[in-house]
């Protein structure tokens, strides 16, 4: 059964940069069946979409993310990994990774989610 | 990209019915039959219920069921069971001008 583990600070302070890795077990990333994804939701609030990787290192991101985000891969270590530039208290929230079934683009399994607060 | 609109509650008695509607516009639910709903209890991740607009993950049974028309899509839940109350969100596909997915805004199901 594949697994999804999130990992890193749960405390970054505003200006700085949030480093996020989403640890794959149980499966291969390299299986070209699927994307890797990063999901956040902000306390109380909905969910919302940041960006995809494929194990070949092509990434989407949120336009309105696209200047700050960075998803990349480590097929060496079944892992991939968020850095979002210049946080700000907007950028508190839980932080999920999940993977993305190709055919069907959807979030199939999640990892349980990180907490992640930007405060000084 | 502005998140799908969904209403902010809905509620039922245990056994009845109940529908979440999910509005888009013709960017991405209307344009792509690329419409999934996940449940979410608190303090847990979001699970699949529905992929495709109306198709359901292997092992669930046809108490959650999805459907399209327009820009709209919705989820009906039959036979309400106390454990279905959690909050459900709708997620469509959009290419804008790449590849994209935008969340609908949350319902809270309440069973009363």
């Known amino acids: 059964q594949l697994q999804l583990q999130e990992s890193g600070p749960g405390l970054v302070k505003p200006s700085e940069t949030l480093s996020l890795t989403c640890a794959v077990s149980g499966g291969s990333i390299t299986n070209s069946s699927y994307y890797w994804g990063w999901i956040r939701q902000p306390p109380g609030k909905g969910l919302e979409w940041i960006g995809n990787i494929f194990h070949s290192g092509s990434a989407h991101y949120k336009p309105s993310l696209k200047s700050r985000v960075t998803i990349s891969v480590d097929t060496s270590k079944n892992q991939f990994s968020l850095t979002l530039n210049t946080v700000t208290a907007a950028d508190t929230a839980v932080y999920f990774c999940?993977?993305?079934?190709?055919?069907?683009?959807?979030?199939?399994?999640w990892g349980q989610g990180t907490l992640v607060t930007v405060s000084s | 990209q502005s998140a799908l609109t969904q209403p902010a509650s809905v509620s039922g008695s245990p056994g009845q019915s109940i529908s979440i509607s999910c509005t888009g516009t013709?960017?991405?639910?209307?344009?792509?039959?690329?419409v999934s709903w996940y449940q979410q209890h608190p303090g847990r991740a979001p699970r699949l219920i529905i992929y495709e607009v109306n198709r359901r993950p292997s092992g669930f049974s046809n108490h959650f069921s999805g459907s399209k028309s327009g820009n709209t899509a919705s989820l009906t839940i039959s036979g309400l069971q106390a454990e279905d109350e959690a909050d459900y969100y709708c997620c469509s596909y959009a290419l804008s001008p790449t590849s994209t997915y935008v969340f609908g805004t949350g319902t809270k199901v309440t069973v009363l």
């Open positions: 013709n960017i991405d639910v209307g344009n792509y039959n690329l």
């Open positions: 999940a993977r993305v079934v190709r055919s069907t683009d959807v979030f199939d399994i």
